[in-house]
T-cell receptor
Framework: GIQVEQSPPDLILQEGANSTLRCNFS?????LQWFHQNPWGQLINLFY???GTKQNGRLSATTVATERYSLLYISSSQTTDSGVYFC?????????????FGQGTTLQVKP | DAGVIQSPRHEVTEMGQEVTLRCKPI?????LFWYRQTMMRGLELLIY????????DSGMPEDRFSAKMPNASFSTLKIQPSEPRDSAVYFC????????????FGEGSRLTVL
């Protein structure tokens, strides 16, 4: 099956810093989403981004499908950005479109 | 707007007991997904329904697990009999229009089997 690798596994930032999270995948995809799991366990959809670039406030994401990676940018980080960030993809050749999740990047933003 | 609603939020039960988890998808969404999250295995898709019909149940661990979707606004995930290794957070999620759309999660049901 498709492999989804996220890096770094852990990240500690000082409030106000910027960061880039990476998601590599091993096959062509037609669906890629980024999620944030906050410290209370809620999973929030950040972006649906199978290709191209999107921005939402301090967050932006870019997917380069031909090179099989996606990047999530967090600017001017805040303590509320802490949590785990997941990338999830579905293989283009899949007949079910099942989303496969990476293992996540755990982000801690210190005040 | 109401999001995906799951119940119970927490369940503690003893090995061998039946567990039923419930989910109400976002109104108008026609695809529903059950995921399980553990430290060891991360987020795993158990089963998904499209228009109330199970499409992919290859992630259901074994016959002790079953899921139903009797109508567009309700689904259940049942474990019978439960075992300690079933302890996990079970998430329900829904989308509008199948697997190629944004996925919205409920708050999860934390199950502990003693």
């Amino acid at each position: 099956g498709i492999q989804v690798e996220q890096s770094p596994p852990d990240l500690i930032l000082q409030e106000g810093a910027n960061s880039t999270l990476r998601c590599n995948f091993s096959d062509s995809v037609n669906n890629l989403q980024w999620f944030h799991q906050n410290p209370w366990g809620q999973l929030i959809n950040l972006f649906y981004i199978p290709s191209g670039t999107k921005q939402n406030g301090r967050l932006s994401a870019t997917t380069v499908a031909t090179e099989r990676y996606s990047l999530l940018y967090i600017s001017s980080s805040q303590t509320t950005d802490s949590g785990v960030y997941f990338c999830a993809v579905a293989r283009r050749s899949s007949n079910t479109g099942k989303l496969i999740f990476g293992q996540g990047t755990t982000l801690q933003v210190k005040p | 707007d109401a999001g995906v609603i799951q119940s119970p939020r927490h369940e503690v039960t003893e090995m061998g007991q039946e567990v039923t988890l419930r989910c109400k998808p976002i109104s108008g969404h026609n695809s529903l997904f059950w995921y399980r999250q553990t430290m060891m295995r991360g987020l795993e898709l158990l089963i998904y329904f499209n228009n109330n019909v199970p499409i992919d149940d290859s992630g259901m661990p074994e016959d002790r697990f079953s899921a139903k979707m009797p109508n567009a606004s309700f689904s259940t995930l049942k474990i019978q009999p439960s075992e300690p290794r079933d302890s996990a957070v079970y998430f329900c999620a829904s989308t509008l229009g199948g697997t190629q759309k944004e996925l919205f999660f409920g708050e999860g049901s934390r199950l502990t089997v003693l």
